[in-house]
């Protein structure tokens, strides 16, 4: 059974520092490149960081460039992103994917509030 269970979302004052982690299983990790999205309350959800199955090619969204950083543990089947220097615009549900050439698997997301 494929699983991709998220962990490490919160409350945050703006400013601070959040890692998030994803944690997957039931499928050949190395074989998908990964990544993670987010969706704010009456937007789309969007891409804000992924990485490849092996870890060479990172890219992220404009709004998220030298603020977050995404990695992976291929020998513990998970993935990180680390969020710095947040900001209110921030906020949203974030949401870890797996995917190759012709399938994706979605996360049930964590929740990231940036206030103070």
């Known amino acids: 059974q494929v699983q991709l269970v998220e962990s490490g979302g919160g409350l945050v004052q703006p400013g601070g520092s959040l890692r998030l982690s994803c944690a997957a299983s039931?499928?050949?990790?190395?074989?998908?490149?990964m990544s993670w999205h987010r969706q704010a309350p009456g937007k789309e959800r969007e891409l804000v960081a992924s990485?490849?199955?092996?870890?060479?090619?990172?890219n992220y969204a404009d709004s998220v460039k030298g603020r977050f950083t995404i990695s992976r543990d291929n020998a513990r089947y998970t993935v990180g992103l680390q969020m710095n220097s947040l900001t209110p615009e921030d906020t949203a549900v974030y949401y870890c994917?797996?995917?190759?050439?012709?399938?994706?698997?979605w996360g049930q997301g964590t929740q990231v509030t940036v206030s103070s």
């Open positions: 994917n797996a995917q190759n050439y012709n399938r994706a698997y």
């Open positions: 039931g499928f050949t990790f190395t074989m998908y490149s």
């Open positions: 990485i490849s199955n092996h870890g060479a090619t990172t």
